[in-house]
């Protein structure tokens, strides 16, 4: 693991409780120095949110789910529907809020007190993740120059005229020149990770991108929207909802 920051976000009302998870993600911060950790502490879930849309979000959330106003899991599914896509860790001392808190897609729901060496294991599986996101990519070929686009920069790709249309975050695209093979070989490299999808013969999805799947259209978390056959959709609503079940198991 290593070489990109990757920013935590810790909320907790109680001052007690997120003092000591702050002191513990210093630990471990510390222990694991050849990583660039960033770390920031809110004591309610609105300042969250509001960090997260003026900064960009953040790549780890450490969640209290009891607290006033606006509690974990309603903070969690905020961020979910603003289009940000950050590892969610859980912690509170009740397990009746686990099924509710499934709808944030957390990545890990620990129990409180959460012992040193549990928390430590999460971290680990999380920024492992966090990292493994950031840096796989491909190259892609365009008119002018070969670029390279990162896996999680990518909503979705399509067949456009013998092209592939890679489309990104904001409406941005990038076009390839043509190609002279089938969509689906030319897609390999991203199919080959589990965060892709291929929707019928001409499109490539970010599973971990989409927001919603109806009957006739896949949404994406920033509004991006693509018709596809019911067919379609209902296979991709499948692999979408097997990709969050399995804790995003992509290779």
């Excluded at 109680?14 to 000591?20: A, I, M, P, R, S």
């Excluded at 630990?27 to 660039?36: G, R, V």
């Excluded at 809110?42 to 003026?54: Q, T, Y």
């Excluded at 999808?197 to 509004?223: E, P, R, T, W, Y």
């Amino acid at each position: 693991m290593g070489g990109s920051t990757v920013k935590i976000a810790i909320c907790d009302d109680e001052t007690l409780c997120q003092k000591q998870i702050l002191n513990l993600a210093k630990e471990y911060a510390q222990k694991n120095n050849y990583l660039d950790l960033s770390i920031s502490t809110f004591s309610n879930g609105e300042d969250v949110l509001e960090a997260a849309r003026k900064f960009g979000g953040f790549e780890l959330y450490i969640l209290d789910i009891l607290m006033p106003g606006m509690d974990g899991v309603t903070l969690g599914k905020a961020l979910r529907e603003a289009g940000f896509d950050g590892k969610i860790i859980y912690l509170t001392s009740s397990e009746e809020y686990v099924f509710d808190s499934f709808q944030a897609r957390p990545f890990d729901y620990l129990l409180k007190p959460t012992p040193k060496e549990t928390l430590f294991q999460t971290l680990d599986e999380a920024i492992r993740a966090v990292l493994r996101q950031k840096e796989k990519g491909v190259i892609v070929r365009t008119r002018d120059s070969s670029i390279r686009l990162s896996f999680d920069s990518i909503l979705y790709a399509e067949l456009c005229q013998r092209s592939v249309v890679y489309h990104l975050p904001g409406g941005k695209t990038v076009e390839t020149v043509q190609i002279r093979t089938a969509f689906s070989d030319a897609m390999q490299e991203l199919l080959q990770d589990g965060r892709f999808v291929l929707c019928g013969k001409s499109v490539a999805a970010n599973l971990h991108h989409i927001a919603m799947v109806a009957k006739d259209a896949v949404v994406f978390q920033d509004g991006a929207k693509v018709y596809l056959s019911k067919k379609a959709c209902a296979e991709v609503r499948s692999a979408w909802s097997d990709f969050w079940l399995n804790e995003e198991g992509y290779t």
